[in-house]
């Protein structure tokens, strides 16, 4: 019943930009209830934390490697969250996924791929 669907994902020569969105529907509260996040995981690597954005819109980037490119956002009006991402690099190839939480739960999204190359 609770479900987050990631789109946005896809090809993209480096430099380029995408602007991944997660769609939250079914959640027990009010969207804003939750924190949301942007995981990332790429071919062989282990999931790792991008950005995250608190119930109350305060964003904190966990990655020196993507600050000053990717931004987190969310619009509480359509129940989605975003990330922003520019100047894209090969590096960046992965799997992206979002996650929300609050005090009881989290859920998953099922992921988004995105691939970066020429």
């Given at each position: 019943q609770v479900q987050l669907v990631?789109?946005?994902?896809?090809?993209?020569?480096?430099?380029?930009?995408?602007?991944?969105?997660?769609?939250?529907?079914?959640?027990?509260?009010?969207?804003?209830?939750?924190?949301?996040?942007?995981?990332?995981?790429?071919?062989?690597?282990?999931?790792?934390?991008?950005?995250?954005?608190?119930?109350?819109?305060?964003?904190?980037?966990?990655?020196?490697?993507?600050?000053?490119?990717?931004?987190?956002?969310?619009?509480?009006?359509?129940?989605?969250?975003?990330?922003?991402?520019?100047?894209?690099?090969?590096?960046?190839?992965?799997?992206?996924?979002?996650?929300?939480?609050?005090?009881?739960?989290?859920?998953?999204?099922?992921?988004?791929?995105?691939?970066?190359?020429?």
């Amino acid at each position: 019943q609770v479900q987050l669907v990631e789109s946005g994902g896809g090809l993209v020569q480096p430099g380029g930009s995408l602007r991944l969105s997660c769609k939250a529907s079914g959640f027990p509260f009010s969207f804003s209830d939750y924190a949301m996040s942007w995981y990332r995981q790429a071919p062989g690597k282990e999931r790792e934390l991008v950005d995250r954005i608190t119930s109350t819109g305060e964003s904190s980037s966990y990655l020196d490697s993507v600050k000053g490119r990717f931004t987190i956002s969310r619009d509480n009006t359509k129940d989605t969250v975003y990330l922003q991402m520019d100047s894209l690099k090969a590096e960046d190839t992965a799997v992206y996924y979002c996650r929300a939480d609050n005090w009881a739960h989290e859920y998953w999204g099922q992921g988004t791929q995105v691939t970066v190359s020429s």
